[in-house]
């Protein structure tokens, strides 16, 4: 099992920048798949970016790609999400989460993945 800890939520105006970590806990943390999922005030748990256990494969939902970046330290089993030009529509709750199996975009997409963090609150104001 692993254990997930998200940091750096906060409030920043439209057009700012924030960086997220998520520090992982676990020998094997290093060989997971990472991402980050998001969750609006009444809307469903969004996927927002995952990266594979090496960091040379990423993906983006299509409303972050150019503005977000996922990337990973395996020596500190920690993940970053670095956000930048910031929209008031990117107000959520921002979870990590991390899956021991293969990486699979499409599934992450649909069904998550297996390990979850406690979330960390991003509020964009315009």
């Known amino acids: 099992q692993v254990q997930l800890a998200e940091s750096g939520g906060g409030l920043v105006q439209a057009g700012g920048s924030l960086r997220l970590s998520c520090a992982a806990s676990?020998?094997?943390?290093?060989?997971?798949?990472m991402g980050w999922f998001r969750q609006a005030p009444g809307k469903e748990r969004e996927f927002v970016a995952s990266?594979?256990?090496?960091?040379?494969?990423?993906n983006y939902v299509d409303s972050v790609k150019g503005r977000f970046t996922i990337s990973r330290d395996n020596a500190k089993n920690t993940v970053y999400l670095q956000m930048n030009s910031l929209k008031p529509e990117d107000t959520a709750d921002y979870y990590c989460?991390?899956?021991?199996?293969?990486?699979?975009?499409?599934?992450?997409?649909?069904?998550?993945?297996?390990?979850w963090g406690k979330g960390t609150l991003v509020t964009v104001s315009s």
């Open positions: 990266i594979n256990w090496s960091g040379r494969t990423t």
């Open positions: 676990g020998r094997t943390a290093s060989s997971y798949v």
């Open positions: 989460a991390a899956d021991p199996r293969t990486y699979d975009p499409q599934r992450f997409l649909k069904y998550g993945m297996s390990y």
